[in-house]
T-cell receptor, first 118, second 113 residues
Framework: AQKITQTQPGMFVQEKEAVTLDCTYDTSDQSYGLFWYKQPSSGEMIFLIYQGSYDEQNATEGRYSLNFQKARKSANLVISASQLGDSAMYFCAMREAVTQGGSEKLVFGKGTKLTVNP | DAGITQSPRHKVTETGTPVTLRCHQTENHRYMYWYRQDPGHGLRLIHYSYGVKDTDKGEVSDGYSVSRSKTEDFLLTLESATSSQTSVYFC????????????FGQGTRLTVV
């Protein structure tokens, strides 16, 4: 079963507007972490923002914010005031424990390709 | 930048040959991961390690093996490469703490002909 679901293969937004990229996750763990990464056309993976499962406040990092709705198991990324440089692939990821006191793994969704139009 | 290096960066190999990709870190991070990235599939976890000699399978581990004999090195081996293993491979490292991000290598583009 898919652990991380990103339902939007592609999104378009006008420059200076806000855009929301959707992410839902599936876990039975009580403690987990949610991440968003950006991958520009050059290929590197850039960490954007993190949300812990016990965090009551939504995470924010500059123009990025994470709309965390725990009961719905969603962790949507909101980018405010889009810029042309925001055009990239965006990946949602979840880190969860595999065994008690043992390993953890980090799994990704399939990504959303965001295009910012001038 | 996190000290993580993948080698080689590019490789072309023939079907049926063994291939080893190396991930080297200078950060002393406990966790190391190998992913493959293919269009339409995002990043899929192949294998990961949570310590020296401690490894586990990810979602697409068939045809791959790994070894971690030292904290700093995590090797991914394709025992007998197939064309379906043509992909971009990423290594990532992270601390144990769940609230720290993973740092990624630059990726290895592998082509199996």
């Amino acid at each position: 079963a898919q652990k991380i679901t990103q339902t939007q293969p592609g999104m378009f937004v006008q420059e200076k507007e806000a855009v929301t990229l959707d992410c839902t996750y599936d876990t039975s763990d009580q403690s987990y972490g949610l991440f968003w990464y950006k991958q520009p056309s050059s290929g590197e993976m850039i960490f954007l923002i993190y949300q812990g499962s016990y965090d009551e406040q939504n995470a924010t990092e500059g123009r990025y914010s994470l709309n965390f709705q725990k009961a719905r198991k969603s962790a949507n990324l909101v980018i405010s005031a889009s810029q042309l440089g925001d055009s990239a692939m965006y990946f949602c990821a979840m880190r969860e424990a595999v065994t008690q006191g043992g390993s953890e793994k980090l799994v990704f969704g399939k990504g959303t390709k965001l295009t910012v139009n001038p | 930048d996190a000290g993580i290096t993948q080698s080689p960066r590019h490789k072309v190999t023939e079907t049926g040959t063994p291939v080893t990709l190396r991930c080297h870190q200078t950060e002393n991070h406990r966790y190391m991961y190998w992913y493959r990235q293919d269009p339409g599939h995002g990043l899929r976890l192949i294998h990961y390690s949570y310590g020296v000699k401690d490894t586990d399978k990810g979602e697409v581990s068939d045809g791959y093996s790994v070894s971690r004999s030292k904290t700093e090195d995590f090797l991914l081996t394709l025992e007998s490469a197939t064309s379906s293993q043509t992909s971009v491979y990423f290594c990532a490292i992270s601390l144990r703490d769940r609230d720290t991000e993973a740092f990624f290598g630059q990726g290895t583009r592998l082509t199996v002909v």
